[in-house]
């Protein structure tokens, strides 16, 4: 499914949730049109709905027809998806995503006796092995080996040693009171997940992504004018020329579809309020 930014974000919860249950013949006329799977729209809706994104798969299809029809084409997509965001099954999906969301706990940490034991065991495991393969090797090597093993026995000993040891009760200190401050983050993060992203509740993220199509699509002059340079189209306003790929495809997509899904989207987030 060719992706490009879209101008009517009902379209895509529609193309990515809808059921066989919801899908009316004028329904799979539109989705036939514009060439969307209705397995392929679902793997990415919830995707785009987060991201936020908004895409049409066929500028120029939707250009293609005629005024009434870009109207009616939001028009029954709206009816559709109001529908269908009240059953289980979009509840289930948004809670789903919700979970991926979630702030990770911080995992509890290793104090000092640990971390010592742990130490212990490698510097030991390491002195094994390179004894076993010191066995082998050529009398300079040796003296090598010999060298770095002694080494690691110092360690080994530091490791009891108070005065020399990293391990100390300054140290756990450290380590919990690290801990106690990512405890607090943890909780702050998930008091915000929990605002942001209410169980069994999709609306905030529904009018978070309805707010942000409104806001980027607000200043779109329609009556622009283009020129040709080098075969291709672009802004006679230089200002026009340095918007984004989104502002440019709400131009594109022409005033009408564009109005019509601004005035669906106002009225759907009034509902959620």
Known sequence: MKKLFFLLPVLIVVFGFITQKYLDDNLKKLLAQFNVSEGDAKSTVLYNIAGPSYYIPNVKLLKSLALNDRAEMVELIGSRIKEYVN???????????????????PEKPKYSDELKEEQKTNLNNTIKEMEANMKNLQADQKQMFEEVINQLKQQLKDIDDPEKSLY??????IIKQSYEQQLEYYAADLKIWNEEYPVNNPKPLIKKWLDGFLSKSK???????????????????????????????????????????????????????
């Open 219 to 273: 200043d779109i002059d329609f009556n622009a004018q283009l020129k040709t340079v080098n075969k291709r189209q672009v802004f006679v306003n230089p200002e026009y020329e340095k918007k984004d790929s989104q502002w440019k495809l709400y131009f594109r997509a022409g005033k009408e579809p564009v109005e019509a899904a601004r005035k669906f989207a106002s009225n759907w987030i009034s509902e959620l309020k």
């Open 168 to 173: 100390t009760p300054q140290t756990d200190d």
């Open 87 to 105: 059953t289980q099954e979009f509840i289930n999906n948004y809670n789903e995503f919700r979970e991926t969301r979630k702030p990770s706990e």
